[in-house]
């Protein structure tokens, strides 16, 4: 699962904003990018925890981490370095899994409902009950399994993402007294 993070040097040029997960996550749509070779890239769909914002609307060149989120049409955004900078934070990543959580029990509860109520009135719950089954899956199962920390972890590691160093938390009551 580690492989599943990608590096890219690129510039964002475009995007359309679709809003997002609260205080969570962007969604962008439509996010046409240039490499440093001068090639197009595009990201249909592009998930932006809400702390990595900048790197998309900074219209610099640096280097983004995304996951693909399935076949090639979503992305989400785990990592960016520009300037020196490096931003990381896991936790924000699985505040944004636990979006898509949410997202899933909407569809397995609204969508059974819905399936049943279309069965009773008109007999497309026959359709209707694997199509939100499905989208269950997807965001309640396989999204956030894509996004856990420790594949996350190994594939930023894999693809040579250089961590930002925290400072180190004071060890004896003295040292922490300086801070207060």
Known sequence: MSS???KNTLRVENYENKGGGGDHFLFFKRVRCSSESGETVYFKELVVPSFLAGAIKSNKVSTLYTVDLG???AHCLVAYESAGQAKFDPDELSDVA???RNSGLFFFFGGTLASVLALIAYGLGLILFPIAMY???RYFIKI???LKRDDVVNGLKK?????PIAAPFPTSSTSA???L
Do not use: E
């Open 98 to 100: 636990k979006g898509f």
């Open 159 to 163: 693809a040579g993402f250089q961590f």
């Open 135 to 137: 989208m269950a899956w």
């Open 177 to 179: 007294n300086a801070y």
């Open 4 to 6: 599943l993070v990608n």
């Open 71 to 73: 076949s090639g049409k």
């Open 144 to 146: 956030p399994a894509l």
